[in-house]
């Protein structure tokens, strides 16, 4: 149950109640910042190596190289204030040709422009009044060989700077500390050869990394380069995949770009290059961002989604204050990095949430009487657009004003206007993380534990829940989703909610899913009780049905990989056998290798037949801090019921403040 200040627990319990409702659109999606861009230049520079930084007056500083056909000469540029009026085609040539890769970046006033030549020279210009002025080229040192595919520069908030270098299938790191400049170091990876990489600073040197594993398959991956904040200084993490394609299958990953935001509110974003090269061939950019509250080292990443332009080199990134931007050598894009809210609180006519055990609903009536919201998403209610974060609080008046439960909230999948009778309502159709994982897509195959024990159930539901932006946090967690390892697949085409279906029923773990997180639960018997109603909490009605499991014992058949032999265990629910005789479930599965694994198991099977077995009601006032899976107590002199325990297993609030409604109708199910 969420958290409720005294005041607000003590009102909703009060005879006499004045409920408040917040509503709020903002633009957000997942808890993170749409970026909505907006491209300020086209112009006819050829697309080739290229990259970006910002230092600290705002001005943005480009630069790119030419392709082979024009010597590879290297230009650079500074717009000062950009904006959409500003000119971002003139360029100045710094004297330099035969450029293999190119990288920016800025800390403060201090701008460096990196590049590699094609005679292994690595170079650097720099600038300490923010790309005003810059001082002679040097020598800082040569790569080990002439095929260098990627080049990133980031700078510490010290002022340390750190180059990384594609050689081949090597990565190199080379630091400038104190103003000196280090011995290059190699990275501790067998990969094969390399397309790209990026970087930015964030406690550690946060990297992205393009390019073949060993045995040919093109990866994306992610990478920290520790400097003590997370990751101990001058090690390696390991590789975590982000995206994967087969050899052969004529995709490339390459041209990798990392940006993280001031705000502490946002989170990491990326873009890079996918390429194909079969019949109707592409070079597309794909933009991701890491999933708010987990770390660049955790490796969890939305599903990455294309970008409206065709580039083979991608599309560099930077922010300064209020804007994030995007650049290639022909294009110049901006996108706001405020948050923008829009209050329809005051205008519901009508409100229906509806939460069960797979999905989450949130439908709005608002009075468009005098046309207020006939123009969603334009001008006044440009926020209000379909994609867009509705953020939904119920509270009530207390002596300490509007109080409220935040915390939930919903994607916005459809406005519908709806004229009858004289009255004009816009109508909000908005659904929760479960719909996200209902329209998820496995774009390609991956597995986990095919040759060694990795990740448990736990990690792999984590890893699919961060395809569609949510965190999974623990509130209750059983010894099987974390101590099973699974040979597990998802195949292209699999749906998300289905993936996560078949992973919960390996454990006796459920989820339920509020704003961008997803919550593990494991529902025992022996659960303390959260809320009582029937005493201080009305009940307004009540239907109380004691059913039966649909399977009283389980009989799991595994493999003892050790031994070379069958494993068969029963389990049974001895009191229900009682009550109905037997009612079995077979289940095979040779990923069981214990008896241990396989009696988890069988009990798992039969506490999911006990919880879905029984199915009452209740109306009650809304209890504003009501979660699925919470353990309540109902007392209902008239039913027999005196503090008997149930489990929340759904939840319907309705909210008419026209006439006065403002209840909630939980579905409850066994302990």
């Not at 560099?316 to 948050?339: C, F, I, K, N, Q």
């Not at 994609?387 to 008046?397: M, T």
């Not at 078949?502 to 018997?525: C, H, M, T, W």
Request: proline residues 4%; hydrophobic residues 35%.
């Amino acid at each position: 149950m969420r958290q409720l200040t005294a005041t607000l627990e003590a009102a909703q319990k009060r005879s006499s109640r004045i409920p408040c409702v917040s509503v709020q659109a903002v633009n957000k999606a997942g808890g993170v910042i749409r970026l909505d861009w907006t491209r300020l230049y086209t112009g006819s520079e050829a697309d080739y190596f290229h990259g970006l930084a910002m230092p600290g007056d705002g001005s943005l500083v480009r630069v790119r190289v030419t392709p082979v056909s024009d010597s590879r000469k290297l230009y650079q540029q500074r717009v000062m204030n950009p904006g959409p009026g500003s000119d971002f085609s003139q360029w100045t040539y710094l004297n330099q040709y035969d450029v293999a890769a190119a990288a920016a970046a800025a800390s403060g006033a201090e701008v460096s422009i990196i590049w590699i030549k094609s005679n292994r020279e690595i170079r650097r210009i720099k600038s300490t009044d923010n790309g005003a002025n810059w001082g002679s080229p040097e020598l800082i040192d040569y790569t080990p060989s002439a095929s260098i595919y990627g080049v990133a520069a980031a700078y510490k908030s010290n002022g340390d700077l750190a180059i990384f270098f594609a050689d081949q299938s090597t990565l190199y790191v080379k630091k400038c500390i104190s103003g000196q400049w280090q011995t290059k170091t190699a990275w501790n990876k067998t990969t094969g050869v390399l397309s790209g990489v990026g970087a930015i600073y964030d406690s550690d040197w946060c990297l992205l990394v393009t390019g073949k594993d060993t045995t040919g398959n093109y990866k994306l991956w992610s990478l920290v380069y520790g400097d003590g904040g997370g990751t101990p200084a001058g090690t390696w993490s390991a590789l975590k995949e982000i995206a994967s394609a087969p050899s052969g299958g004529n995709f490339v990953y390459k041209q990798p770009f990392l940006d993280k935001t001031a705000t502490a509110a946002d989170v990491c974003h990326c873009i890079y290059v996918e390429e194909y090269t079969g019949s109707e061939a592409y070079s597309r950019p794909y933009r991701s961002h890491i999933v708010p509250g987990t770390a660049f080292s955790d490796g969890l990443w939305r599903e990455p989604a294309p970008f409206n332009l065709s580039s083979q080199y991608g599309l560099a990134m930077a922010h300064y204050e209020d804007y994030g931007w995007l650049a290639s050598p022909s294009g110049v894009w901006r996108a706001s990095l405020t948050v923008q809210t829009l209050d329809v609180s005051a205008d519901i006519v009508i409100l229906r949430q509806e939460l069960d055990k797979t999905k989450g609903n949130l439908v709005i009536e608002l009075n468009n009487d005098d046309g207020r919201y006939s123009s969603p998403g334009q001008d006044d209610l440009a926020v209000l657009k379909r994609g867009c974060q509705l953020e939904f609080s119920p509270g009530y008046i207390t002596p300490e004003g509007e109080e409220y439960s935040a915390g939930q909230h919903y994607c916005l999948e459809a406005c519908e206007h709806i004229s009858a009778r004289g009255k004009a309502v816009l109508a909000l159709q908005a659904q929760d993380g479960w719909n996200l994982l209902n329209c998820w897509r496995a774009r390609h195959q991956f597995r986990w534990n095919k040759n060694a024990d990795e990740s448990n159930v736990k990690d792999i539901i984590t890893a699919v829940l961060a395809r569609v932006g949510l965190n999974l946090m623990v509130i209750t967690q059983s010894a099987a989703v974390t101590g099973f390892y699974p040979d597990f697949t998802v195949n292209p085409e699999n749906r998300g909610d289905e993936v996560i279906s078949k992973l919960l029923s390996f454990v006796p773990d459920r989820i339920f899913i509020e704003g961008n997180i997803a919550y593990l639960v494991n529902p025992q018997d022996t659960d303390t009780t959260v809320y009582q109603y029937g005493t201080s909490h009305a009940v307004l009605e009540g239907r109380y049905l004691e059913g039966t499991p649909a399977h009283n014992r389980a009989q799991v058949e595994g493999w003892d990989t050790a031994g070379g032999a069958k494993i068969i265990k029963d389990s049974f629910s001895w009191s229900e056998i009682e009550y109905r005789d037997e009612r079995l479930i077979h289940i095979l599965d040779r990923n069981l290798n214990t008896v241990v694994e396989a009696e988890l198991r069988g009990l798992a099977l039969l506490r999911q037949a006990e919880l879905e077995a029984d199915e009452s009601l209740i109306q009650v006032p809304v209890n504003c801090g009501q979660q699925l899976y919470d353990v309540i107590e109902v007392t209902d002199a008239p039913a027999g019921l005196n503090a008997a325990k149930k489990r929340v297993t759904g939840l319907t609030l309705a909210y008419h403040p026209h006439r006065g409604e403002y209840v909630q109708r939980l579905k409850l199910g066994r302990i």
